[in-house]
């Protein structure tokens, strides 16, 4: 550690569903300021996760973040000379943010329809286990495992 951390901000829960999961991804979905067309976004896209499952839209996006989370996770050590891939265990925190940006990421990969459908769509793959984010979490997994032997480089 060579400076301070720097103190966590704490984030407003967004004003629909009083959830702080749902203003992370509005704010991680977020292009150059632009909040309102985030949240919209977002929104809309629940509505589609509503009319589809007929479940509550904020139950499926839970299930799909949880499915989705990593609980491994590799990280570049450098020893004498090598840089070795290091696994290490996800905190909560840190692995709702990944899952929520490999959804994004993965839903604005997607072509031929709207952003608000694609998101949907993405986490619906997410809340049944297929797609792409899951073998995101996945390929994660397998490198951790792989690279088992370097754990005691871990610090």
């Known amino acids: 550690m060579r400076r301070r951390r720097a103190p966590k901000r ?3 829960p967004d004003p629909k569903y009083n959830n ?3 203003a992370k991804m509005v704010n991680i979905l977020m292009v150059c300021g632009k909040k309102s067309t985030a949240e919209r976004l977002v929104y809309q896209a629940l509505d589609h996760i509503k ?3 007929q479940k509550d839209p904020l139950d499926v996006f839970k299930q799909a973040l949880e499915n989705a989370r990593p609980l491994l996770e590799t990280k570049s050590r450098r020893v004498g000379g090598a840089t070795y891939q290091v696994p290490v265990s996800v905190r909560p925190d840190r ?3 990944l899952a929520i940006r490999w ?3 993965f839903a604005r990969g997607r072509r031929g329809s709207p ?3 694609k998101l ?3 986490i619906l793959d997410a809340y049944n286990k297929t797609g792409s984010v899951m073998k995101k979490r996945e390929d994660s997994h397998k490198m951790a495992e792989s690279n088992r032997a370097f754990a005691h480089y871990r610090w």
């Open 10 to 12: 704490e984030i407003l």
């Open 20 to 22: 702080l999961l749902i």
């Open 51 to 53: 009319e589809k499952t």
């Open 95 to 97: 692995g709702a943010t």
């Open 103 to 105: 959804i994004r990421d």
């Open 115 to 117: 952003m608000d459908q």
């Open 120 to 122: 949907s769509q993405e």
